[in-house]
């Protein structure tokens, strides 16, 4: 899940497919979301062991133990956050190949 805050609050968040599925979601569209008060970005900690990963426990910023990986662009005055679930390790997502401008030529005549 990849959540972007600013102040405390998260501005925007994105599950992944499985996790929307399995009802880990962040609700940003309408309502205001605190971030947890022991989240980086809540503690404005950005240390290397930040961007790394820290390990927290269930509860935090849900019910299962999460690995928060969290940097700051002072640029955009933005905190992204990225949160990988512990019970499910990384897992490719299977993304629909697209055509490009090289496919469609050598579809239509046949050679390079």
Not at 28 to 44: G, H, I, M, Q
Not at 54 to 65: L, N, T
Not at 70 to 82: A, F, G, I, P, V
Request: charged share 30%.
């Amino acid at each position: 899940m990849l959540v972007v805050s600013n102040e405390g609050f998260a501005l925007w968040a994105k599950s992944s497919e499985y996790a929307l599925k399995s009802g880990r979601f962040l609700r940003t569209k309408n309502d205001v979301y605190e971030l947890p008060p022991s989240a980086t970005a809540a503690r404005r900690e950005f240390t290397e062991e930040a961007t790394t990963g820290i390990r927290h426990g269930a509860g935090v910023w849900f019910d299962e133990p999460v690995i928060e990986m969290c940097l700051r662009s002072d640029r955009y005055d933005q905190e992204l956050t990225l949160l990988q679930f512990e019970n499910q390790g990384p897992r490719h997502q299977w993304e629909e190949p697209t055509e490009d401008v090289y496919d469609r030529f050598i579809s239509r005549n046949g050679r390079p």
